[in-house]
């Protein structure tokens, strides 16, 4: 991968306030910044959110994005992960008709199990690395998936 | 205190200190304006549009050094501020705007005049609120009026709902700000500092890059005596004209697209850039990847985003510049001004081959001369301000300016129709100085209904038309680099100048002599009323030096060299 498209990802500590998101995705579609995905939630106990982006760029874009996220007024802080523990989650829809065993087994190796059954379909959970999401919903294709619906990364550094 | 949130408004800006407000009212801030009427604190300029009151506010704050208010009504008054907030965002002006906004029960469901006013103005603001609770407006003004001011200064926008303009709540003006998000940094990094003195000791060709923060700041006094005490030539960006006097023998000229030559050659021959608060605009650099190729740069701002944004920074410098350049003086004696004796010489063979001039060398007056001239009659004892085109870059080149604040203009976004209004802004704040607006026949129609405001508040802003019957900048460059076909850009046809200042009680004067236009000055000056002085002039007058967009600043197209001046 070319360092110009390389893949980044950014956590912003915000306040929790109204029309905080759009700033942070105006800025992005402003300066013609990618966001490949978008995870925000309440950070617990606090007045502060926090947003993990996936983008990509070459170093000095991503120095700019960090340097202008810290210019938003309601930006506390900007963490451009290094080393990190990144995890993303998906949920896939089955046909009950399919071999459950299989697709629990798998969904095993993959941090997740089936967590709800219904009269026609299973819905099936797991959490891993972007990367293991991607080769997972790969091999699982054999088994027609109805429906597959994928978060956005929250990261951690190490 | 209980009190509405109307009177709230009206009682921060007493508290701020602000003596002028640049206006429109409209049916959501009426309550705002009931409370204006009553009061006797501070005045309110009626502007005849509202996109004037922001620029009004603009130019006030500029000469002022405070923060410009402007105050409009919700939809159609908001819309039409918008180019003022995004002018002012551009060349970092203070200003708090305040907007009427439907009330909170209506919001959303597409009411008359109603427009999300805060999804407009996030991209082009420093910050902007939408106030929800009465309760809440004595932190937002507070908040408003500093994040406007201080770090990197800008434009903040704040929208009230009627129904909370007419919501009782405690007044308290009194708090502590608390934003612990927002905290612009002032002070230079020492060790940076003293790392980059030092590097400027060991260079050979140094170059100061002075740029409009330095204004900003008010830092001008400490640059000078930098630039002094070291004997480091300057050159300045369009923004920072007048940091440095005129005829200061360490000032090249201004730097960029039409820059001068010598300010182009020494900016491409120099060893060490010393930017301060400017920020490697592309109307400066042209051509990034040719732009000062043998150049180690500092880089001194207050922005840490504007610092190796386009161009490396091999020295950055977060800081305000006051701060930064005193740190600087504190240790100027690493550097010996002797050394760079052979550089300052190799400038003024610069200059010396190609000098920013122009030749009186047709029937009509020349642009240039009548700037000049003007510099010349009233030099300090003016404040200019400029509309947006050939007119703008002439008064850059060729006014005298001898101090900050003295030069009002559009840099960044280029709006055309700044010029008056900022005028009158500019007026407002300074009485005691000539208010000269140097215009273009293009420009001057896109707000010319101030002619109203200036008569009406007595602020009598003298504008010098420099008619030449065309849309000149892209006239200009539809000579050069489009074949000459002047796609919609003849404005033969115009307006009787004259008239039209009469219309609202202002004087006018059509002038095509040097004499002619002396009088016509003086009497405008004596008159002491808004004027249009129009001058008929050169029409195929280009502006040169010119480097051509996207080309090398080194590269430029240069005045064709003649006899005679």
Same mark, same amino acid.
Request: with cysteine; proline share 4%.
């Given at each position: 991968?070319?360092?110009?498209?390389?893949?980044?990802?950014?956590?912003?500590?915000?306040?929790?306030?109204?029309?905080?998101?759009?700033?942070?995705?105006?800025?992005?579609?402003?300066?013609?910044?990618?966001?490949?995905?978008?995870?925000?939630?309440?950070?617990?106990?606090?007045?502060?959110?926090?947003?993990?982006?996936?983008?990509?760029?070459?170093?000095?874009?991503?120095?700019?994005?960090?340097?202008?996220?810290?210019?938003?007024?309601?930006?506390?802080?900007?963490?451009?992960?290094?080393?990190?523990?990144?995890?993303?989650?998906?949920?896939?829809?089955?046909?009950?008709?399919?071999?459950?065993?299989?697709?629990?087994?798998?969904?095993?190796?993959?941090?997740?199990?089936?967590?709800?059954?219904?009269?026609?379909?299973?819905?099936?959970?797991?959490?891993?690395?972007?990367?293991?999401?991607? +080769?997972?919903?790969?091999?699982?294709?054999?088994?027609?998936?109805?429906?597959?619906?994928?978060?956005? @990364?929250?990261?951690?550094?190490? | 205190?209980?009190?509405?949130?109307?009177?709230?408004?009206?009682?921060?800006?007493?508290?701020?200190?602000?003596?002028?407000?640049?206006?429109?009212?409209?049916?959501?801030?009426?309550?705002?304006?009931?409370?204006?009427?009553?009061?006797?604190?501070?005045?309110?300029?009626?502007?005849?549009?509202?996109?004037?009151?922001?620029?009004?506010?603009?130019?006030?704050?500029?000469?002022?050094?405070?923060?410009?208010?402007?105050?409009?009504?919700?939809?159609?008054?908001?819309?039409?501020?918008?180019?003022?907030?995004?002018?002012?965002?551009?060349?970092?002006?203070?200003?708090?705007?305040?907007?009427?906004?439907?009330?909170?029960?209506?919001?959303?469901?597409?009411?008359?005049?109603?427009?999300?006013?805060?999804?407009?103005?996030?991209?082009?603001?420093?910050?902007?609120?939408?106030?929800?609770?009465?309760?809440?407006?004595?932190?937002?003004?507070?908040?408003?009026?500093?994040?406007?001011?201080?770090?990197?200064?800008?434009?903040?926008?704040?929208?009230?709902?009627?129904?909370?303009?007419?919501?009782?709540?405690?007044?308290?003006?009194?708090?502590?700000?608390?934003?612990?998000?927002?905290?612009?940094?002032?002070?230079?990094?020492?060790?940076?500092?003293?790392?980059?003195?030092?590097?400027?000791?060991?260079?050979?060709?140094?170059?100061?890059?002075?740029?409009?923060?330095?204004?900003?700041?008010?830092?001008?006094?400490?640059?000078?005596?930098?630039?002094?005490?070291?004997?480091?030539?300057?050159?300045?960006?369009?923004?920072?004209?007048?940091?440095?006097?005129? +005829?200061?023998?360490?000032?090249?000229?201004?730097?960029?697209?039409?820059?001068?030559?010598?300010?182009?050659?020494?900016?491409?021959?120099?060893?060490?850039?010393?930017?301060?608060?400017?920020?490697?605009?592309?109307?400066?650099?042209?051509?990034?990847?040719?732009?000062?190729?043998?150049?180690?740069?500092?880089?001194?701002?207050?922005?840490?985003?504007?610092?190796?944004?386009?161009?490396?920074?091999?020295?950055?410098?977060?800081?305000?510049?006051?701060?930064?350049?005193?740190?600087?003086?504190?240790?100027?004696?690493?550097?010996?001004?002797?050394?760079?004796?052979?550089?300052?010489?190799?400038?003024?063979?610069?200059?010396?081959?190609?000098?920013?001039?122009?030749?009186?060398?047709?029937?009509?007056?020349?642009?240039?001369?009548?700037?000049?001239?003007?510099?010349?009659?009233?030099?300090?004892?003016?404040?200019? @301000?400029?509309?947006?085109?050939?007119?703008?870059?002439?008064?850059?080149?060729?006014?005298?300016?001898?101090?900050?604040?003295?030069?009002?203009?559009?840099?960044?976004?280029?709006?055309?129709?700044?010029?008056?209004?900022?005028?009158?802004?500019?007026?407002?704040?300074?009485?005691?100085?000539?208010?000269?607006?140097?215009?273009?026949?293009?420009?001057?129609?896109?707000?010319?209904?101030?002619?109203?405001?200036?008569?009406?508040?007595?602020?009598?802003?003298?504008?010098?038309?420099?008619?030449?019957?065309?849309?000149?900048?892209?006239?200009?460059?539809?000579?050069?680099?489009?074949?000459?076909?002047?796609?919609?850009?003849?404005?033969?046809?115009?307006?009787?100048?004259?008239?039209?200042?009469?219309?609202?009680?202002?004087?006018?004067?059509?002038?095509?002599?040097?004499?002619?236009?002396?009088?016509?000055?003086?009497?405008?000056?004596?008159?002491?009323?808004?004027?249009?002085?129009?001058?008929?002039?050169?029409?195929?007058?280009?502006?040169?030096?010119?480097?051509?967009?996207?080309?090398?600043?080194?590269?430029?197209?240069?005045?064709?060299?003649?006899?005679?001046?």
């Amino acid at each position: 991968m070319s360092d110009s498209s390389a893949r980044r990802v950014v956590s912003v500590i915000v306040v929790n306030e109204a029309s905080v998101l759009s700033r942070i995705t105006d800025l992005f579609s402003g300066r013609g910044y990618n966001i490949t995905s978008l995870t925000v939630a309440p950070i617990p106990e606090s007045r502060y959110s926090r947003l993990t982006i996936v983008t990509s760029g070459s170093v000095r874009v991503i120095e700019q994005i960090t340097k202008q996220l810290h210019k938003l007024i309601p930006v506390l802080r900007v963490y451009e992960h290094e080393d990190m523990v990144e995890k993303e989650m998906a949920l896939i829809k089955f046909p009950i008709t399919e071999n459950l065993s299989d697709i629990n087994t798998l969904c095993e190796s993959y941090n997740g199990k089936i967590v709800n059954v219904g009269e026609n379909v299973v819905i099936a959970m797991v959490a891993d690395e972007p990367k293991r999401i991607d +080769n997972f919903l790969c091999a699982i294709k054999r088994y027609n998936p109805k429906e597959i619906v994928r978060s956005g @990364s929250v990261a951690l550094e190490r | 205190m209980q009190i509405s949130g109307a009177q709230m408004v009206i009682e921060a800006l007493i508290a701020e200190g602000v003596d002028t407000v640049f206006g429109y009212p409209g049916g959501a801030i009426m309550n705002v304006y009931d409370e204006i009427y009553k009061q006797d604190k501070f005045h309110h300029i009626l502007t005849r549009h509202e996109q004037a009151a922001v620029h009004a506010a603009e130019g006030y704050a500029k000469v002022s050094a405070k923060v410009g208010v402007a105050m409009i009504t919700s939809g159609p008054g908001f819309t039409n501020a918008v180019t003022g907030l995004a002018d002012a965002y551009m060349d970092s002006i203070p200003l708090v705007v305040i907007s009427g906004q439907v009330p909170m029960t209506l919001i959303g469901t597409d009411a008359f005049q109603e427009i999300d006013a805060v999804g407009i103005s996030r991209s082009c603001t420093k910050h902007n609120y939408l106030v929800t609770d009465a309760a809440d407006l004595p932190r937002i003004l507070k908040e408003a009026f500093y994040i406007a001011r201080s770090g990197r200064p800008g434009p903040v926008h704040v929208d009230i709902p009627k129904d909370v303009t007419a919501q009782i709540a405690t007044f308290d003006y009194d708090i502590a700000l608390d934003l612990e998000t927002y905290k612009p940094h002032t002070k230079g990094n020492p060790r940076q500092i003293k790392k980059a003195m030092q590097a400027i000791a060991d260079a050979k060709r140094p170059l100061f890059y002075l740029g409009g923060g330095i204004i900003n700041a008010n830092a001008a006094d400490e640059v000078r005596e930098l630039v002094h005490t070291t004997g480091i030539p300057a050159v300045e960006t369009f923004m920072a004209r007048g940091t440095l006097e005129h +005829n200061d023998a360490l000032l090249i000229g201004m730097v960029g697209m039409h820059g001068s030559y010598a300010a182009n050659m020494a900016m491409s021959e120099t060893d060490i850039i010393i930017a301060l608060g400017a920020r490697f605009d592309d109307r400066v650099t042209g051509k990034l990847s040719e732009f000062a190729k043998n150049a180690t740069v500092i880089h001194v701002d207050i922005d840490p985003a504007s610092i190796s944004k386009l161009v490396n920074a091999n020295f950055p410098i977060v800081g305000d510049i006051k701060s930064v350049v005193k740190d600087m003086l504190a240790q100027s004696s690493v550097i010996d001004a002797q050394n760079y004796e052979q550089w300052r010489e190799t400038i003024v063979n610069f200059n010396e081959l190609h000098p920013l001039t122009y030749y009186e060398d047709s029937e009509r007056l020349k642009p240039q001369w009548v700037i000049e001239r003007v510099g010349a009659l009233l030099g300090d004892n003016a404040n200019i @301000s400029t509309d947006v085109g050939q007119h703008q870059m002439w008064t850059a080149q060729f006014y005298p300016f001898s101090r900050p604040r003295q030069f009002v203009s559009s840099g960044g976004l280029g709006t055309m129709g700044f010029g008056f209004p900022a005028a009158i802004g500019v007026k407002a704040a300074a009485p005691e100085k000539t208010s000269i607006n140097f215009t273009g026949d293009g420009s001057i129609l896109m707000n010319c209904q101030e002619l109203m405001t200036a008569v009406e508040k007595k602020l009598p802003v003298i504008n010098i038309i420099l008619n030449n019957n065309f849309l000149g900048m892209v006239r200009q460059w539809q000579t050069l680099f489009y074949d000459d076909r002047h796609a919609e850009t003849d404005l033969s046809v115009q307006p009787d100048f004259i008239k039209l200042a009469e219309a609202f009680g202002g004087v006018g004067y059509r002038v095509t002599t040097k004499e002619e236009f002396d009088a016509a000055l003086e009497d405008a000056i004596k008159k002491d009323v808004v004027a249009f002085i129009e001058v008929k002039v050169e029409r195929f007058e280009n502006v040169m030096p010119m480097v051509p967009s996207g080309g090398s600043l080194f590269n430029m197209m240069l005045l064709e060299k003649k006899e005679s001046k």
